[in-house]
């Protein structure tokens, strides 16, 4: 089984949602989502209770190796029309880069 990091998980859409879509549950499995909205974790916990959940990328901290893809999709409150539309002024808009490696 190839383990997937979320990052900025949403409900799952990207990466846990994305994976069962495509068909591919039998080969990727998401091991760690990383999101920070109450909401959208009380949504990943229904759907995947055994999968952890960390609250913030600004804390969270993995080991290279640790995980075989990390999956990560833009974080869309400055972006999303249901946000505060302020684009790429809103400081979340720049958490993206706190996956990159250093």
């Given at each position: 089984m190839i383990s997937v990091l979320s990052l900025?998980?949403?409900?799952?859409g990207l990466c846990?949602?994305?994976?069962?879509a495509a068909?591919?549950?039998?080969?990727?499995?998401v091991r760690q989502f990383v999101e920070i909205s109450p909401y959208a974790q009380?949504?990943?916990r229904d759907e995947q209770p055994q999968t952890p959940i960390h609250p913030d990328i600004n804390t969270?901290?993995?080991?290279?190796g640790?995980?075989?893809?990390?999956?990560?999709?833009?974080?869309?409150?400055?972006?999303?029309n249901s946000g505060n539309r302020k684009g790429l002024c809103d400081p979340r808009s720049a958490?993206?880069?706190?996956?990159?490696p250093s």
């Open positions: 900025f998980s949403g409900i799952g846990h949602h994305g994976i069962s068909g591919l549950s039998h080969k990727f499995q009380s949504q990943l969270y901290h993995c080991h290279r640790q995980f075989d893809i990390v999956c990560g999709g833009f974080p869309c409150s400055g972006t999303s958490l993206w880069k706190v996956y990159l």
